[in-house]
């Protein structure tokens, strides 16, 4: 006989889990009570975090640097409420996660028992699918079921609550039937559609061009398209920019790329895209973080190619020119094929050469020194001449995020993790903690700032505990920054309810932890902290002091259009 917390283990063994996130509590004991022994042999691991949030977040980290399913588990009630906001998180960035909630019993479920609560309904907005399993028997089914709706199409999380009375019940082993192939009502995952009119379309459109860009978005890196997007570009010789999750789908020290563009995005980048004549959009779902203004990018009377996954997303915001559906792999070497046979019609020097000059000319903004203080810019090129090429970073949210967007190269796919969509701070650490999981032989470091550090920060418990060596690198400037920033400069410097205290000192709270600390006051002595905290192998945190007053540009004011760009600090005269 086998019991229903059993039955769960075995089927996510079956679908190749080897970690679990997460928090016990009542109604998920029997869970843990179930893989004591699997613990014990080596088959799982289990990693206690410090809140359920932080959880999800880790199992979050580990589905986007590996592209496989990340798990997290929490009992019912405020365990399984701490869960949404990482929901969210995932499935605003399309990443793959499966998080299992226990439930009270079905016999006092809508009585108001001990920690109730309809997570389930809660979560339903927010997930892929949301499934209450109602019987014993339905367990190997809805976990089946459960992956493959994480992974298939646009990938994304899926919530799978089980109460407490099942994980007790038992059946004969011998009774039950693992299905071989997800069966799921109503459920079918976008096909890739190979048209040939519609691609041979796109191609002309792409090889006629006089000013072509191509927009990548996460999309690439799922489907690990990096490859054949580089190919088309150096076919049309079309510069490449991305959106910020795209950050992590090309290599920056690529010629073509420009870097992201949008809101808080490379003024050279946004600008070549307003420019251009035809935008080919490769896994992007146009935000309003990348188009601040829908209305901007219509003006430029543009023609809009769109490759993704998603059919709704050619429909959101610009309606396409030229719709393609399906795996971005797949239809990018069909446009590629396309464009080879029918040849380039139009000289592209021109257009490469304007690139340049937008990219020669906005470099003055970017790179400038101030005696005495510690500029973002300059940090994270010293982070970078440290880090190995394949080293991966993730990041809270806040400042140091735009930052890292405008100044941190990604020099390998799947190396740059943060929240993009949903922009929840305490993000980084926890993430960068999952990601470790999914790939030891990497090297991770979260890029955070102190009040978004301070989110999940506890969760460096857990990191000495399970020695799961990450590095947090924290911007220090006291301060909420991104928040303080928009006070600052669009509401008359009424700054407000942003400020912090000298609490705490990070190296002794590091060191609170067990965790290596150190305060980099130079950019020596932060090359020479990276040094040794790699070297050491264990849970590191740096603190780096940055200037309250330092603001994150490029930027733009709230609702701004592209055009309208701020690149100079304009509490300074120029």
């Known amino acids: 006989m086998i019991n229903g917390a059993r039955l769960t283990i075995n089927a996510l063994k079956r679908e190749g889990v080897k970690v679990i996130f997460g928090i016990p509590g009542l109604s998920n004991m029997a869970l843990y009570d179930a893989f004591l022994e699997d613990l014990i042999s080596g088959e799982l691991r289990h990693v206690l975090m410090r809140h359920e949030q932080a959880a999800l977040h880790a199992a979050d980290g580990y589905a986007r640097a590996s592209g496989i399913p990340g798990v997290a588990t929490a009992t019912s009630g405020p365990g399984a409420t701490n869960l949404l906001t990482g929901l969210a998180t995932a499935y605003m960035d399309s990443s793959p996660v499966v998080a299992l909630t226990g439930n009270v019993p079905r016999s006092v479920i809508g009585k108001m028992a001990f920690q109730e609560a309809d997570i389930q309904g809660m979560a339903q907005s927010m997930v892929k699918w949301a499934v209450r399993v109602r019987t014993l028997n339905e367990i190997p089914e809805v976990i089946k079921n459960a992956f493959h709706v994480a992974v298939t199409g646009r990938p994304g999380p899926v919530l799978v609550d089980v109460p407490r009375d099942i994980f007790g019940e038992k059946v004969d082993e011998s009774a039950i039937k693992w299905p071989e192939e997800p069966t799921i009502k109503g459920y079918r995952p976008f096909p890739t559609l190979i048209d040939k009119t519609a691609i041979k379309r796109a191609a002309e459109l792409l090889v006629n061009a006089e000013r072509p860009i191509i927009l990548v978005g996460a999309g690439v890196a799922w489907a690990n398209a990096t490859k054949e997007v580089l190919e088309l570009a150096e076919v049309l010789q079309s510069p490449?920019?991305?959106?910020?999750?795209?950050?992590?789908?090309?290599?920056?020290?690529?010629?073509?790329?420009?870097?992201?563009?949008?809101?808080?995005?490379?003024?050279?980048?946004?600008?070549?895209?307003l420019e251009s004549d035809v935008m080919l959009v490769i896994g992007a779902r146009l935000s309003d973080r990348t188009f601040t203004s829908y209305d901007e990018m219509i003006e430029t009377r543009k023609k809009f190619i769109m490759i993704n996954v998603d059919p709704t997303d050619t429909e959101r915001a610009i309606p396409a020119d030229v719709a393609l559906y399906g795996d971005a792999k797949v239809l990018t070497k069909e446009i590629t094929k396309a464009v080879v046979e029918i040849g380039l019609k139009k000289d592209r020097s021109p257009w490469?050469?304007?690139?340049?000059?937008?990219?020669?000319?906005?470099?003055?903004?970017?790179?400038?020194?101030?005696?005495?203080?510690?500029?973002?810019w300059k940090v994270l090129k010293t982070i970078r001449q440290v880090l190995p090429r394949d080293a991966i970073v993730t990041t809270g949210v806040g400042e140091h995020q735009m930052w890292a967007e405008v100044f941190w190269e990604v020099l390998e796919p799947r190396t740059f993790l943060s929240s993009t969509g949903m922009g929840t701070m305490g993000f980084g650490l926890p993430a960068a903690m999952g990601a470790k999981l999914a790939r030891p032989d990497k090297v991770v470091v979260d890029l955070d700032g102190d009040g978004s550090f301070l989110m999940t920060g506890t969760n460096l418990a857990t990191a000495v505990d399970e020695n799961i060596p990450i590095i947090a690198v924290v911007f220090d400037n006291r301060t909420l920054g991104l928040v303080r920033q928009v006070q600052d400069l669009f509401f008359g410097r009424r700054i407000v309810g942003v400020d912090y205290g000298p609490s705490p000192d990070f190296v002794k709270l590091a060191e609170a932890f067990g965790a290596l600390g150190f305060n980099a006051d130079s950019y020596d002595a932060l090359a020479e902290s990276l040094k040794k905290a790699m070297k050491e192998n264990v849970p590191a945190v740096i603190r780096v002091p940055i200037d309250k007053e330092e603001l994150a540009l490029p930027t733009l004011p709230p609702g701004g259009r592209l055009k309208q760009v701020i690149v100079r600090d304009p509490r300074k005269s120029s």
């Open 240 to 273: 490449i920019v991305s959106t910020l999750p795209g950050k992590s789908s090309v290599p920056h020290d690529h010629p073509l790329f420009l870097g992201p563009m949008g809101y808080y995005g490379r003024v050279e980048a946004s600008f070549a895209a």
């Open 352 to 376: 490469l050469k304007r690139v340049r000059e937008l990219k020669e000319y906005y470099a003055q903004f970017y790179y400038y020194d101030e005696p005495g203080k510690m500029k973002p």
